[in-house]
């Protein structure tokens, strides 16, 4: 079935199948554009929050529930301990292109029921893997400050690593493992530490944020899409007055 609609000296012939298409394919394209120019309102207002995180003076923590409440990048010191014997090598890490590990140490603030996660800093990777190597972990009360960040716990392996003891190398930080491993509930919020004790350790943690404007890059190609598959249909169905019937 095709319907016909008279446009000056020309008409509009519109088929079932071409309608069904623009039906379809028209409202998934302009959601995508308007879903585009969300996440770049959005990604404006969170580089509007780390502005004012970077601003302020870093918060004093007085527990872990108060720790997981604070919006991320927000600089904060803890006072504490290092748990000894609580450090891990977070592998695959990269710092200006060069491979390496991330220091994991659990660190456990004064008045806190259970100790945090704090990455420490880079470490580079020697000439070969094995041994790992060294670094120090500061020993009797010290001070911390740092951004809180998410855990990253996405982290793609081949295989999923299982431990009956407290590992010194990780491919990924598995939340629930290192739970039943040290009988401690870990936090899914860590301290990303500005400084350490350890001097060989390097502390540089760049915001991957993806700005806004390839947000509204992304939007104005989606509509254009809209656009282009809109006006294809009209070319496509415009016919001189007296063309051949088609049924």
């Known amino acids: 079935m095709v319907w016909r609609i008279p446009v000056g000296q020309r008409r509009l012939a519109i088929s079932w199948p071409g309608l069904l298409v623009l039906l ?92 945090v996660l704090i990455n420490r800093g880079w470490l580079p990777l020697g000439q070969y893997r094995y041994p790992l190597p060294k670094h120090q972990t500061p020993e009797g009360s010290v001070a911390v400050s740092g951004e809180v960040r998410s855990v990253p716990t996405d982290t793609m392996i081949l295989k999923t690593e299982q431990f009956d003891r407290w590992p010194e190398l990780i491919q990924r930080i598995d939340l629930e493992q290192l739970t039943r491993l040290t009988g401690f509930v870990l936090s899914e919020r860590w301290v990303l530490a500005s400084s350490d004790i350890d001097s060989t350790l390097k502390q540089d943690w760049p915001v991957t944020v993806v700005g806004p404007e390839r947000h509204y890059g992304y939007a104005v190609q989606w509509f254009g899409l809209s656009i282009a598959l809109v006006v294809v249909m009209i070319l496509a169905g415009l016919q001189k007055t007296g063309d051949g019937e088609i049924d």
Not at 48 to 53: D, F, G, L, N, S
Not at 71 to 87: C, W
């Open 24 to 115: 379809i394919c028209l409202p998934i394209l302009l959601r995508l554009g308007f879903w585009q120019l969300q996440r770049a309102e959005y990604k404006s207002a969170l580089l509007i929050e780390q502005k004012m995180a970077d601003e302020l003076p870093a918060r004093q923590v007085s527990s872990a529930e108060q720790l997981s409440r604070l919006p991320p990048q927000t600089r904060v010191r803890l006072e504490g301990e290092y748990l000894p014997g609580f450090t891990t090598l977070l592998d695959n890490r990269y710092y200006q292109g060069r491979v390496g590990f991330n220091v994991i140490s659990l660190f456990r603030p004064t008045g806190f029921d259970h100790p």
